[in-house]
T-cell receptor, first 110, second 113 residues
Framework: RKEVEQDPGPFNVPEGATVAFNCTYSNSASQSFFWYRQDCRKEPKLLMSVYSSGNEDGRFTAQLNRASQYISLLIRDSKLSDSATYLCVVNPGTASKLTFGTGTRLQVTL | DAGVIQSPRHEVTEMGQEVTLRCKPISGHDYLFWYRQTMMRGLELLIYFNNNVPIDDSGMPEDRFSAKMPNASFSTLKIQPSEPRDSAVYFC???????????FGSGTRLTVV
């Protein structure tokens, strides 16, 4: 089983739609979690950290489910500019490097 | 802060030539990472340093690849000799401690012909 698994997509959604991505991780001792966004031919950029209580940043909501070992990202009112690849990132432990998923591609259309 | 700075942005070289990629991490960050990204394999960690010391180089594909960090503000990734299969985007990233997210540089797009 991969350490971090994501559905590669693509998810094709119309502008204004709500879309959600899930990501599962294998190490139950994982400490911290992040969502990164990567635009075509650009570097990955930190979108948001994922906290145990869940957190929201504008149209974006991240959730963590430790029991089922998955994190999710919800995007409301999708914009064309949200089109990108979203990378799920997990820190397996306090002294460990981050593990990156392969990404989920989102395409928002008119 | 200028962020993580990589150079060159693009590099086209002939097979067999030596290639050197450069990275300046964010000042104060104590970890530096070198990644390679291709369509086929996604983002792969090659090597990372803590306080200028290499910690894990298990991702370095073979002896043709080497990395150094002579001081806290500079690192290089060298490929000698280069091969067409080394064509990829190479990212450098840095962070303070291992609990935080990483900041990536803009990458070097390497093409070996």
């Amino acid at each position: 089983r991969k350490e971090v698994e994501q559905d590669p997509g693509p998810f094709n959604v119309p502008e204004g739609a709500t879309v959600a991505f899930n990501c599962t991780y294998s190490n139950s001792a994982s400490q911290s979690f992040f969502w990164y966004r990567q635009d075509c031919r650009k570097e990955p950029k930190l979108l948001m950290s994922v906290y145990s209580s869940g957190n929201e940043d504008g149209r974006f909501t991240a959730q963590l489910n430790r029991a089922s070992q998955y994190i999710s990202l919800l995007i409301r009112d999708s914009k064309l500019s949200d089109s990108a690849t979203y990378l799920c990132v997990v820190n397996p432990g306090t002294a460990s490097k981050l593990t990156f998923g392969t990404g989920t591609r989102l395409q928002v259309t008119l | 802060d200028a962020g993580v700075i990589q150079s060159p942005r693009h590099e086209v070289t002939e097979m067999g030539q030596e290639v050197t990629l450069r990275c300046k991490p964010i000042s104060g960050h104590d970890y530096l990472f070198w990644y390679r990204q291709t369509m086929m394999r996604g983002l792969e960690l090659l090597i990372y340093f803590n306080n200028n010391v290499p910690i894990d180089d298990s991702g370095m594909p073979e002896d043709r690849f080497s990395a150094k960090m002579p001081n806290a503000s500079f690192s290089t990734l060298k490929i000698q000799p280069s091969e067409p299969r080394d064509s990829a985007v190479y990212f450098c990233a840095s962070t303070l401690g291992l609990r935080m997210g990483y900041t990536f540089g803009s990458g070097t797009r390497l093409t070996v012909v």
